[in-house]
């Protein structure tokens, strides 16, 4: 099959083939052009920090082995590491503090937004110590938001409200002791850059350290704390069922694509595409066709069963079916090559972000107080580009799959609750300890060009499932495996263990589903591995453990992105055994591979991170892993 | 015959040829495998900087080579076959007198081995490691009649422009 190096999608495959007919460049075409990648870049140990640099490290030891200013290899390596973990701590962080903005604003009357869940708010109220009692939806989420703006503001030494209120307490003991709890997600952001200047800190230990700390800010006031306030905002998600692949879009309908990571503006666009769907008609058009890709996808698939239309690495080609009559885009993993490409076609590439411009595309600014006129001026500007379609560029492949999303916590818990609805987690725990579920694997992250498309993810979880290790996933993750049919009730049958396929029946059928559930269980965007680690949690306070005891592991096959060494970083010290299927810049300092890989970082968090770029090995070392937890638990 | 050849105004001293140079000389010819090993490979192309200029160099494979001429057991060799210069290693005892004779540098020793070691031309590829890893294509391998023709049309073409700004 030609293509079969680039993608396992077979859409992607086609498409690839319309696009090469037509000149079109994509980003495996650049990917080739970049080959071979620069050495000193791949292990990590080129420094440009000053400017008496750049200097490099000869790793054959027969060239210089100190920089200008007298840094090793150890000390490149672990500065370029944390500043990687605070480039993604970053991203989280301000997408977070976006959505508290909004909190407040729609709060106290100043946005347009109203507030959907009010069980989350008292929930996320409840564990930040806020008193509930006799206030009204509005109030308490002012103060849930000035809760969250306080962790921003934290002149103190006391650590992160939002960290000490979600994390396990064991947890924020061993942090504790270690001198990692971080107090204020700006203050470690802005700390660690001045820590990885030069001539401040020579200690790769040290430097390691903080990458931990940072870690923790991605995950409590990164990760979670952006899912709970758009819980909050939006509504918890519930098992909704919806497609994926670029079979979604459709020829005769007005198509916006929605591809970024905040969704803000996106639960408007959804809102307003329904409003406006007679204007569609009126330019002849059969409706409005949404679709997403990348986790602005996730948020609005979770929450309104948008279909999803790609994933990270196929967002090029989206453009190239020719129907997308607009592409919205907010922030983060947006190729800046969607508006050459854009260009050659009727398609509206909009940019909406003041930090997020591309050239070439129209500027629709989101502005939180006017965000339903931003919204509305969105969906009518692809109303008008229907209108420029040209016909003889109009070709979308057919192929989609059917996939179940929604399980949030809340709703996992829901759906156990109804074999158990005294101990929710006893009838999961009951079907670990026996064996039937072997363990849980959290497949996450990215696509990454150096990985054909999808393939790490369908391979190692094929394997992960034969052995009955029941997969969540998130991220560009889910949205490769719902294309290969994984979210499915049917893939139970076709994919799981007999023991692991029993339980999904029983649990399916107890929820009345009178199926299955689907053997990988959607969870939701990157931000939502937040709703891994709370029912990991969870399972950990059941059993009376600590997290790192558990049967459990995590895996970013594909990844690429910044924002996943800082989530990996996370879970690494949250004490989960965290696989990476591309190999980090870092092998450059054999102490800091070391450091992260093995003995050191495990005795003092618990996890490490493993690296293994072959798919069926990489699951035989995560079920290795698994049986070993369950042997030293004693099941 | 290609030769390897180096357009000087285009070589950035990224040392991209000599990362490359030292894992196709490695056990596992590849980056992560190299590093990895217990004796680390070794390069045999060194880009050196001059006065405002930086040059990978390797061996130039002579057609007279004096390395070949000043080995006294015979170990260095030109091929007749492929015409390239070659050190055999069961040969060489490690006196350095070609070493000493190449004017280029482009000779270094095995320091494990005590043995001269120098760029072998990738034998076993049809285009050499360094060749391929220049991200400005600095680093040629070409028919050298087709470098000097290139060369010629580009001489032509700045003097043309220069006539022009006159």
Redesign the interface.
């Known amino acids: 099959m030609r293509f079969a190096n680039r993608s396992l999608d077979p859409a992607v495959r086609k498409m690839l083939g319309e696009a090469n007919k037509d000149g079109i460049e994509t980003v495996w075409d650049r990917f080739e052009l970049q080959q ?1 990648q ?3 870049g ?2 990590g140990i080129c420094c440009r920090n000053c400017i008496q640099g750049p200097c ?1 490290i ?6 210089p082995q100190k920089g200008v200013c007298g840094a090793g290899a150890d000390l490149i390596v672990a500065r370029n590491l944390l500043r990687s973990v605070v480039g993604g701590t970053a991203a989280h962080a301000d997408h977070a503090y976006e959505a508290a903005e909004a909190l407040y604003l729609a709060a106290t009357g100043k946005a347009p937004y109203e507030i959907k869940d009010e069980a989350k708010l008292k929930s996320v109220a409840a564990k930040l110590g806020i008193e509930t009692a006799g206030k009204d939806k509005n109030e308490l989420a002012r103060e849930v938001a000035e809760t969250a703006f306080a962790d921003f503001a934290n002149h103190g030494t006391s650590p992160m409200k939002w960290l000490t209120a979600t994390a396990p307490q064991e947890r924020v003991e061993t942090w504790g002791k270690l001198g990692v709890l971080p107090r204020n997600p700006d203050r470690e952001i802005r700390t660690a850059m001045h820590q990885t200047g030069m001539g401040v800190d020579s200690d790769p230990v040290n430097l390691i350290l903080s990458a931990v700390k940072l870690g923790l800010v991605d995950g409590y006031g990164g990760l979670h704390l952006a899912t709970d306030i758009q819980d909050i905002l939006f509504g918890t998600p519930a098992p909704v069922v919806s497609e994926a692949n670029l079979g979604v879009l459709k020829a005769d309908h007005v198509n916006i694509v929605i591809h970024g990571h905040v969704p803000l503006l996106s639960e408007k666009i959804v809102e307003w595409a329904k409003k406006l769907a007679d204007e569609a008609r009126a330019a002849g058009a059969s409706g409005i066709q949404l679709s997403g890709i990348c986790c602005t996808g996730n948020e609005v698939l979770m929450r309104q069963g948008v279909p999803v239309a790609n994933n990270f690495l196929a967002q090029e080609l989206a453009i190239t079916t020719g129907v997308v009559d607009a592409m919205v885009v907010d922030v983060q993993c947006i190729m800046p090559s969607l508006a050459d490409i854009s260009a050659c076609y009727h398609t509206k590439l909009i940019s909406t972000m003041p930090i997020a411009k591309l050239p070439g595309a129209q500027h629709i600014p989101f502005e939180t107080d006017k965000v339903d006129e931003t919204a509305r001026q969105i969906v009518r500007t692809a109303i008008e580009a229907f209108k420029n379609r040209d016909p003889q560029k109009v070709n979308v492949p057919d192929e989609k799959s059917r996939v179940i999303a929604g399980f949030s916590v809340e709703a996992i818990v829901g759906a156990l609750s109804k074999i158990d609805s005294e101990a929710p987690l006893k009838p999961l725990v009951d079907n670990i300890a026996n064996g039937n579920v072997l363990g849980a694997c959290a497949v996450v992250g990215c696509n990454n060009a150096k990985v054909i498309q999808d393939s790490f993810h369908v391979t190692m979880v094929k394997e992960l499932l034969k052995n009955n290790v029941l997969v969540v996933a998130t991220g560009c993750a889910a949205h490769a495996l719902g294309k290969a049919g994984f979210l499915t009730p049917e893939a139970a049958e076709k994919y799981a263990g007999d023991t692991l396929k029993a339980v999904l029946t029983a649990v399916g059928n107890a929820a009345g589903l009178n199926a299955p559930l689907p053997p990988v269980l959607h969870m939701g965007s990157c931000v939502d591995n937040s709703r891994i680690g709370d029912l990991v949690s969870a399972l950990a306070g059941y059993l009376k453990v600590a997290v790192k005891d558990l049967p459990i592991a995590a895996s970013a096959p594909e990844y690429q992105h910044e924002k996943a060494i800082a989530i990996g970083t996370w879970a690494v010290s949250l004490g989960v055994f965290t696989h990476l299927g591309v ?1 980090p810049p870092v ?2 300092s054999k102490q800091v591979a070391t450091i992260l890989t093995s003995e050191p970082v495990e005795s003092l968090l618990g996890g490490k991170f493993y690296v293994e770029t072959d798919p069926v090995k990489a699951a035989e070392g995560i079920i290795a892993h698994i049986k070993d937890k369950r042997a030293k638990l004693g099941i | 015959m290609k030769q390897i050849l180096v357009d000087i105004n285009k070589c950035l001293a ?3 040829c ?3 140079c ?2 196709t000389h490695s056990g596992s010819k590849d ?2 495998g ?3 090993q217990e004796r ?4 045999r192309v060194y880009v050196e900087a001059g006065d405002g200029l930086s040059f990978p160099l390797q061996c130039r494979q002579c057609e007279e080579p004096r390395c070949v001429q000043a080995c006294m057991s015979g170990a260095m060799f030109r091929d007749t076959e492929s015409g390239l210069v070659q050190n055999n290693s069961d040969k060489c005892v490690g006196c350095w007198m070609c070493v000493m004779v190449c004017p280029f540098g482009a000779i270094i020793q095995d320091t494990e081995e005590k043995k001269a070691i120098k760029c072998d031309r990738c034998m076993e590829l049809e285009v050499p490691a360094c060749v ?2 220049c ?1 400005t294509k600095a680093i040629k391998f070409t028919q050298i009649d087709d470098y000097s023709r290139a060369a010629r049309k580009q001489y032509l073409t700045n003097f043309q422009i220069s006539e022009e700004v006159k």
């Not at chain 1, 000869?58 to 060239?63: E, I």
């Open positions: 071979p620069c050495g000193f791949l292990l490099r000869d790793p054959f030891g027969n060239g190999v092998l450059g | 990224c040392k991209s000599e990362i490359a030292a894992v980056l992560y190299a590093v990895l680390k490979p070794k390069q391929q890893a991200p």
